[in-house]
């Protein structure tokens, strides 16, 4: 995770201002990795706590124009960000309780953008949403269904 001089250098080599809001906002990303917009908003400010709602939506479209951070949403789920960029990751999500985790591309360098059919369309990324249980609802889950034992009297 960088540092405060990190975040600096990130966004300076962007060519992008160094502002005390887009550091809030881009620390809270890197500290809350698939966060939604109320927790980046909450840990900005925690760092800046004169961040308006709408300063923040701006500095996570600034920052996604500029290729710092990645926006997602997966289906049935609200936006989210990561600093995860640059790559063609992919993500699992929980359908009980909406945990969301990074998943590999699993062969080679990007292989899920080779198209069956491209349409005459330029690929430049891929989504695939895996979707499951995390552990613990998975483990809660085999709680609910496991048969009582009977208890003899």
Do not use: W
Not at 24 to 45: E, F, G, M, Q, S
Not at 125 to 131: D, G, H, L, S, T
């Amino acid at each position: 995770m960088p540092s405060t001089v990190d975040y600096e250098a990130l966004l300076r080599d962007a060519e992008m201002r160094v502002t005390r809001p887009r550091m809030a906002v881009l620390a809270a990303v890197y500290d809350n990795p698939h966060a939604d917009t109320n927790t980046i908003i909450d840990a900005a400010r925690e760092q800046a706590d004169e961040v308006s709602h709408q300063a923040v939506y701006d500095v996570l479209k600034a920052l996604t124009d500029a290729g710092l951070v990645r926006h997602i949403q997966p289906p049935g789920s609200v936006a989210r960000y990561e600093s995860r960029v640059g790559d063609n990751h992919h993500h699992i999500v929980c359908r009980s309780c909406g945990a969301i985790a990074d998943v590999d591309c699993a062969v080679g360098h990007a292989p899920c953008l080779t198209a069956s059919e491209d349409h005459g369309f330029v690929i430049e990324e891929a989504e695939v949403v895996y979707r499951g249980l995390c552990p613990d609802c998975a483990q809660n889950a085999s709680h609910r269904t496991s048969p009582r034992k009977e208890s003899r009297v």
